[in-house]
Each structure stands twice: as structure tokens, then as C-alpha cells.
């Protein structure tokens, strides 16, 4: 089969032939419709994500859209290494229908970037019964502003949206949350800027994308004077860092608020809870509640969708 296939650490794949992957017992294998070019899947190409195998060479991708043999458009995932999503052919675990009418483009584009946010709301509001105020640390992100849009759909009290880029904000504004601005060149003022913006609604919940030298700002905003041991309980998820690896973590803070700093991604959450909230973020997409921008790249261009920046999230698809 044509796939695309990273060789080497650090190289972008290229479209080449494969083996076909190996059959799960009682499933038929899937046709790709598209893949998602996701920030993890770069990360575990290059051997630089905590869950890549760094064996080569392999075919990249997490997730997918695809056609089964009865010629329903389903979401799927998780397939077996070397073998990955990019590829003409999929073996994997389980498969979600799509409902009729959704763009499985956008599901291939955004269904990744929204499950990372979604996780962890959906976990707070099994624990707690409800999610109070959501504060969003790289909101203007993909999976950033996933989480925002789902923060309001779960009934959110207030969501604040951080972030860097103006355009985004305005448009999580218009959906209804309270924004942040982040701008690049002064860094010394984003503890400030998220101070203010908590001041009134302490947050109950954090949802941090970047961390990095954004976490450490939000930790000074977090950590204001005082032992007021009624202050509400803080739930700190830890799920990106695009902004860096390493933060500063201050002693005083954890000492003198009830703030409870955990991780949520691949091997932190069981894949069987995440696989049972797949059809609700579906529905999302099919409803309009979620949305993701995207480019087109077929499998024999994938280096250049490799390289693809930008506001949209780049699919591979089929020639």
C-alpha cells in the first residue's frame, strides 16, 4: 500500500509503499479518508514525545477518518506500531460512525485537538457535578479554543481565554468568553493581565496547552497573598507545552492555596474512557458546536504538509 513513511528521526516522511498493516482478529481493514497532521503525531515521528517508540521506520499518525466495507465514513485510531493512520490501508482497534451530515475532513482535522480538553471537563464535572469558572492557558491554539467552545457547552460559570493571537480572541469573545491577551514581546506583563482577569472568579479549573514561561505567569497570578483558607480549591491540568517543557514552580503557592497540579494526555488517561467519549465530541462537530480548519495534502505531498504552519490544521488524504 502507499503510505507515508518517516525513515529517520527528525526527517518528514515521505509517500512510499509499505506493508499492508497486519489484520485485527474479527476487524476488516478501514480505507483512509483523512488524517489529522497534529502536533503529537510530529512530536512521535521524531522521537521526541514521551510515548514514541523511536523504532524506523514507521508510518506517522494517531487518528483518522475512514471507510469501512460497509462504505460508513468512521472515526478511528490507535493503530499498532509502525503502522499509523497516513496510510491508503488502517488496522485499529475500534471505529465511531460519523452522523450523517458531518464533514469528516473536520473530524480528521479537530477531533484530537478537541479530545485533549474535553478529557479532562468531562473528568472535573464527573467529580465535582459542575465546572465553575475555566480558566484556558493557549486558547488561541486549535486545541485551546476546542476547550473553550466545550467549557461553555458543559456549563461553564465564566471561561477566561488566554492567549496570543488577536484575531482568535475576538472570535471566542463573540462566543462568549472573557479573553486574555498574551502579547509575544512583553512577557513580563502576563501575570498581571492574569491576575486582573481572575480577580473576580478565581478559577476552579486550569487548562494549560503551553506551559512554560505562560504557566509560571499564571502560578504569580494564582498565587495571591493571604491564607483565606475558603478560597475555592484549584484543579491545575497540565496538557500542552508548546511554550516549553520546564516550569518554576513556587513553594509558597502550593502551600497557601488548595491547588491540585495534574497531567492529561496518552497514558495518564485509560484509552477505553477516552474511546467511550469519542461519540459525544462527534456529535459536537456534527451540530456545529466545534469546527476545525483545514488544508488538503494527498499522501504523495505529505512532506509538504509536513511543513504546513499556519491557522489551519493540515489532512492527509488519499491520491
Known sequence: MRAAVVNTAGEAPVCADFPNPEPRPGRRPLRLVGAGLHHV???????????????????????????NDEGRLVYTGLAESPWGTMAEWLATPFEVELPAGTDPLAVAAGMNAAMSGWMALAARREEVGDLGTVLVLGATGMSGGLAVRAALFLGAERVIAAGRDHETLEQLRACGAVTVALPAAAPDTWAVALGTAVAGAQPALVLDFVWGPVAEAAFAALGTPGTDTHRAAIDYVQIGSLAGTEVALPAALLRSRRIKISGSGAGSV??????AEVPEIIARFADGTFDAPYTLYPLSRVGEAWAHQGRTRAVVVPD
Open 41 to 67: 503525531v510530529r512530536a512521535l515521528a521524531s522521537g521526541h514525545h514521551y510515548g514514541s517508540e523511536q523504532a524506523y521506520p514507521l508510518i506517522p499518525g494517531v487518528d483518522a477518518v475512514a471507510r
Open 270 to 275: 485509560p484509552k477505553a474512557q477516552m474511546i
